[in-house]
């Protein structure tokens, strides 16, 4: 059943449905933490959460939002119209990996991607097939991914990702296999004394080697309450 909820930290409004994979506070965190500037690609945009939480952005001229699963991607669409956004927002329903064969290449200035990620065989297959495709690398693998961003970015065109801390040695490896350097990178904690589960990561297409870290992101107190800079990152909510 379809709801309509509260895009955070902005007067927009998004259509999800309890049945299918619903945004987390992933997105959330990778939207604030992307730096993104001219022709905008958000790879497995689900229902569209970063192009509505980027949607007014001031360097933004175009957003396009990437999603296989057509169910999904016409809820996407829908909320762009809802709220009125089309002339910003534009969502596909295309497979990552057929790109390259309908955009130019060195077409795209910033790309944003919440990838699955668990490879096959990780862990047990969600039976919903949504859910399936959302968390595991049954339609798109992080090979693809980078292959297809290093294809659409410009020179010293960014990416950004969020993904889990096992998969950090594959990330780099694979961003520096494609050309896309890797530049700054923050760790989230689910909470004090508790190791961190997700990195969120930038990189520059024909970048330069100069790797830093940037503050950490600690989501929630000792209290289960979330901490202040969750609280700021969501828009004061």
């Given at each position: 059943m379809e709801r309509l909820?509260?895009?955070?930290?902005?007067?927009?409004?998004?259509?999800?449905?309890?049945?299918?994979?619903?945004?987390?506070?992933?997105?959330?965190?990778?939207?604030y933490f992307a730096k993104p500037k001219g022709i905008v690609m958000?790879?497995?945009?689900?229902?569209?959460?970063?192009?509505?939480?980027?949607?007014?952005?001031?360097?933004?001229?175009?957003i396009y939002g990437v999603e296989l699963q057509r169910n999904v991607a016409e809820m996407a669409e829908k909320?762009?119209?809802?709220?009125?956004?089309?002339?910003?927002i534009?969502?596909?329903?295309?497979?990552?990996?057929?790109?390259?064969?309908?955009?130019?290449?060195?077409?795209?200035?910033?790309?944003?991607?919440?990838?699955?990620y668990m490879k096959p065989g990780a862990a047990l297959v969600n039976p919903e097939e949504n859910h399936a495709i959302s968390r595991h690398e049954l339609a798109c693998t992080l090979e693809d991914i980078m292959r297809v961003s290093?294809?659409?970015?410009?020179p010293l065109g960014k990416l950004y990702m969020v993904h889990r801390p096992n998969r950090l040695v594959d990330v780099l490896y694979a961003m520096r296999t494609h050309g896309i350097e890797p530049k700054l990178m923050t760790w989230v904690y689910p909470k004090p004394g508790k190791p961190a589960n997700l990195f969120l990561i930038e990189g520059v297409k024909g970048g330069r080697m100069d790797f830093k870290y940037g503050d950490p992101i600690t989501v929630y107190r000792v209290d289960g309450k979330y901490t202040d800079q969750i609280n700021t990152i969501y828009g004061g909510r």
């Open positions: 909820d509260k895009v955070p930290g902005t007067p927009y409004e998004i259509i999800q449905d309890k049945k299918l994979f619903s945004y987390g506070v992933d997105a959330i965190l990778l939207s958000d790879l497995g945009t689900g229902t569209g959460i970063i192009p509505l939480r980027l949607a007014d952005h001031p360097r933004i001229k175009k909320s762009v119209y809802l709220n009125k956004l089309e002339n910003k534009r969502i596909l329903n295309e497979n990552i990996k057929e790109l390259p064969g309908k955009f130019p290449k060195a077409s795209i200035d910033t790309i944003i991607t919440n990838p699955p290093s294809w659409l970015l410009s």
